[in-house]
């Protein structure tokens, strides 16, 4: 039994799995708390942690059915993600470890995502396209969540990208989610924004952002207003388009058949259409994870934690958060303590 906490971003997540079963999760979100801003503040969602973090791991226990002397190991996000964000779970973490003598077993953020697939029974090989607000890369997972980045973005993000359109669309927080609603009732084909390096193997949506501004520059605000889902419609489709033609090009560079999408970005309902049909008309398996698995959630911490080493107490006390993937490979690992157990 793994007791998982996640903190990275702006959700507050506690979740209790035990192999590839999901027990318990627990996500309390701060969209509401954030909207004012049209986007995360992290002092802001730092103090929400720090208000939320121990009702959400109760609940978690609580839902699960277990006392803490059923746990086996605490696990927790390490980064990457907002700092002052990251070390609230970490801590709390620690503590709860700590008291108990248990193990502790850091997990990347990027590992949590890849093995959100794992709950649905996916088998490595395979190729996981991981897209979200901060990371779009495609990933060939080995074994457990070691994986290889096969291609990455050369710019923004995918979700950053979804985001950034919404607000340019007049659209509310969080935006990713309020476009795809929008574009559900629009025209695809209204607008043909450019799809960013068709040859290169990596991704690149900064263009494309810009090409929605401009755009929208153009058009009296009487005729936005008139075809706004319409255009929100086709700035999808130009992402959905980029991700699926890349995705099973690298699929085909890699020689595998079996496909994996996760992030916040495989909620997306354009994407997850698109993916679908491309890899029945290609005889491909795909693996969709359930919405709730696809946003910031510390079910998708546990199912990493299972495939990775735990730091024996008191060896974990001295562990530091990380913000990116190159403050990750700078880190020192923790230093060897005295074993006194705790009273």
Request: charged share 20%; hydrophobic share 45%; proline share 6%.
């Given at each position: 039994?793994?007791?998982?906490?996640?903190?990275?971003?702006?959700?507050?997540?506690?979740?209790?799995?035990?192999?590839?079963?999901?027990?318990?999760?627990?996500?309390?979100?701060?969209?509401?708390?954030?909207?004012?801003?049209?986007?995360?503040?992290?002092?802001?969602?730092?103090?929400?942690?720090?208000?939320?973090?121990?009702?959400?791991?109760?609940?978690?226990?609580?839902?699960?059915?277990?006392?803490?002397?059923?746990?086996?190991?605490?696990?927790?996000?390490?980064?990457?993600?907002?700092?002052?964000?990251?070390?609230?779970?970490?801590?709390?973490?620690?503590?709860?470890?700590?008291?108990?003598?248990?193990?502790?077993?850091?997990?990347?953020?990027?590992?949590?995502?890849?093995?959100?697939?794992?709950?649905?029974?996916?088998?490595?090989?395979?190729?996981?396209?991981?897209?979200?607000?901060?990371?779009?890369?495609?990933?060939?997972?080995?074994?457990?969540?070691?994986?290889?980045?096969?291609?990455?973005?050369?710019?923004?993000?995918?979700?950053?990208?979804?985001?950034?359109?919404?607000?340019?669309?007049?659209?509310?927080?969080?935006?990713?989610?309020?476009?795809?609603?929008?574009?559900?009732?629009?025209?695809?084909?209204?607008?043909?924004?450019?799809?960013?390096?068709?040859?290169?193997?990596?991704?690149?949506?900064?263009?494309?952002?810009?090409?929605?501004?401009?755009?929208?520059?153009?058009?009296?605000?009487?005729?936005?207003?008139?075809?706004?889902?319409?255009?929100?419609?086709?700035?999808?489709?130009?992402?959905?388009?980029?991700?699926?033609?890349?995705?099973?090009?690298?699929?085909?560079?890699?020689?595998?058949?079996?496909l994996a999408v996760a992030g916040g970005v495989a909620a997306n309902s354009g994407l997850r259409r698109a993916l679908t049909?491309?890899?029945?008309?290609?005889?491909?398996?795909?693996?969709?994870?359930?919405?709730?698995?696809?946003?910031?959630?510390?079910?998708?911490?546990?199912?990493?934690?299972?495939?990775?080493?735990?730091?024996?107490?008191?060896?974990?006390l001295d562990l530091d958060a990380f913000a990116s993937d190159a403050e990750a490979k700078a880190a020192r690992p923790p230093?060897?303590?005295?074993t006194r157990r705790p009273s």
């Amino acid at each position: 039994m793994i007791l998982a906490v996640e903190t990275s971003c702006d959700d507050t997540s506690a979740a209790v799995v035990c192999g590839r079963e999901v027990l318990s999760s627990v996500v309390s979100s701060q969209d509401t708390l954030h909207a004012e801003f049209g986007g995360v503040v992290p002092e802001v969602a730092s103090r929400r942690h720090a208000e939320l973090v121990n009702v959400v791991v109760a609940e978690a226990m609580g839902r699960a059915g277990l006392a803490w002397e059923d746990l086996a190991a605490v696990a927790v996000t390490q980064g990457p993600g907002l700092i002052g964000a990251l070390l609230v779970g970490l801590a709390t973490a620690k503590s709860i470890a700590c008291r108990r003598a248990l193990p502790l077993i850091p997990v990347d953020h990027l590992q949590g995502h890849i093995a959100a697939n794992y709950a649905l029974g996916v088998q490595p090989p395979f190729l996981c396209l991981v897209a979200s607000g901060g990371h779009t890369l495609l990933a060939t997972v080995e074994e457990g969540v070691r994986y290889r980045v096969v291609a990455k973005t050369m710019d923004d993000a995918a979700g950053e990208a979804f985001d950034k359109g919404a607000r340019l669309l007049g659209l509310g927080y969080p935006g990713g989610r309020e476009l795809d609603e929008l574009a559900a009732r629009g025209d695809p084909g209204f607008v043909r924004f450019p799809r960013a390096v068709p040859r290169g193997r990596g991704f690149s949506f900064s263009g494309l952002k810009t090409a929605l501004l401009y755009d929208l520059r153009e058009r009296e605000p009487a005729e936005v207003e008139v075809h706004r889902a319409d255009i929100a419609a086709s700035y999808q489709a130009a992402i959905v388009d980029q991700l699926v033609e890349k995705t099973l090009a690298g699929a085909a560079r890699e020689g595998l058949r079996s496909l994996a999408v996760a992030g916040g970005v495989a909620a997306n309902s354009g994407l997850r259409r698109a993916l679908t049909e491309a890899c029945e008309a290609q005889g491909l398996r795909l693996s969709l994870p359930p919405l709730s698995l696809c946003t910031d959630n510390a079910a998708m911490i546990g199912l990493a934690a299972v495939h990775l080493p735990a730091l024996p107490w008191p060896d974990y006390l001295d562990l530091d958060a990380f913000a990116s993937d190159a403050e990750a490979k700078a880190a020192r690992p923790p230093r060897k303590r005295a074993t006194r157990r705790p009273s």
